[in-house]
């Protein structure tokens, strides 16, 4: 999320205006014939999250009264509302260059401007009319982006991408000391699978070079420094903590092996493995995710695309597991999570027109290898960004109980030359 400003900040530091917001309102009314005609008649503006929540974006809660043209509109439905969630860079300017140079921004504003709109028009053309496959993503109303100039007047850097505001809906998060019920946990494994199936679906069917197409993705060279620099930001805060219980010294130890070697990891396993490379979201864990239960039925959606991928699907899967599902469930349920993931992927394929055991030659079994590859990832990712995990008794035994898993089954000790062979 974003480190907003609190409810005493002053609305003068915000871009939201009437003008503004009318010309948010004519994109997102584009199709009728004199969009330009709308009239707004009452708004309100408020930070969208807590302080201290994320530095990749300040996020706004805008809420909107606005009025349609009669002779637009069937007259009953003249007076409408909108709610939305406006994300704009860090005020901050350390922040600010930070975002600004990964391009953060420009990815999830490419992502939902360029990508979005292409799987949706692949996703019509081959399913059914009658065939219903949402995704579970909020819906993008407005985006927009300007570089900025080094030169001597030098006009700083605009971004501001425009979604729908969810929470209304009924949608809320997830506290990550507690973690994912199992059914979050399926929800969200459903969503991301369906993600998953129509990138490799859309790449398949349409011959399309993704990352070609689409350069923006974050790059797997340029993602792995990026998260080699976490790991070494977070390792000494990690070693401080574990050198104060003498019971976890071996795993330490092996935590100090790897670390020589942990880019080499990194970039390995971020690096695309075709036939199954798709777009991943690659940050996907439960702060990226609000859920909405209706009786039995739990709905997950997938927010904070900054750093979309063209990687391995597992990552994602593992990235999930290791970081927001407490032990016991992990424990009981990976293998039947992973066979629920498989079964949504492969029956979204399918419903794309795409096989991927026969088409692609890939099954079950091998979906199982590369997970547990990918847990080491997940891992290396959490150490990256362990400062959001201690301090919490819960997820601290959590962190525990993960390191003591993921040593007794030996991939602690995997190192660069076991990966590439």
Known sequence: ??????????????????????????????????????????????????????????????????????????????????SFIVKLLPQDPFSRFFVTEAQFDLREIKFYTQVIPDLESFKSQHLPPDEDFPL?????????????????????????????????????????????????????????????????????????????????????????????????????????????????????EALNCLRSNTKGVIENLLKPEEPMALITHTDFWCNNLMFKEIEETTTCCILDWQMVTYSRPTNDVALLLISSVPADLRREFTDSLLDIYWETLTRSCQKLNLNIEEELGYDRNKLGSDYKRSQLLALLLCIGSVDVALGDSNTEERLLQLLNDLNEEGLLKINVAQEEA
Not at 65 to 74: A, E, F, G, S, T
Not at 174 to 186: A, M, N
């Open 136 to 252: 579970p993503i909020p819906k993008c109303y407005y985006a927009h982006y300007s570089p900025g100039s080094t030169e001597p007047d030098a006009v700083p850097p605009e971004s501001v991408l425009v979604l729908e505001n969810i929470k209304p809906d009924g949608f809320v998060s997830v506290d990550f000391s507690r973690g994912l019920t199992h059914k979050q946990t399926i929800a969200a494994i459903q969503s991301i699978a369906k993600m998953h199936s129509l990138s490799l679906s859309f790449k398949i069917k349409e011959g399309k070079v993704i990352t070609e197409r689409y350069p923006f993705l974050f790059q797997t060279t340029r993602a792995s420094d990026s998260y080699q620099q976490l790991v070494e930001r977070g390792l000494p805060q990690l070693t401080e903590f574990l050198e104060k219980k003498p019971e976890m010294g071996s795993i330490l």
């Open 1 to 82: 999320m974003s480190d907003s400003e609190d409810d005493s900040s002053s609305t003068a530091d915000w871009p939201v205006t009437e003008e503004w917001l009318q010309a948010v309102l004519k994109k997102h009314h584009a199709h009728l014939p004199d969009p330009a005609a709308i009239t707004v008649l009452d708004f309100t503006v408020k930070p969208g999250c807590e302080t201290g929540e994320s530095v990749l974006s300040d996020i706004l809660a805008v809420a909107v009264k606005y009025k349609l043209p009669k002779n637009q509109v069937d007259e009953d439905e003249e007076n409408h509302s909108l």
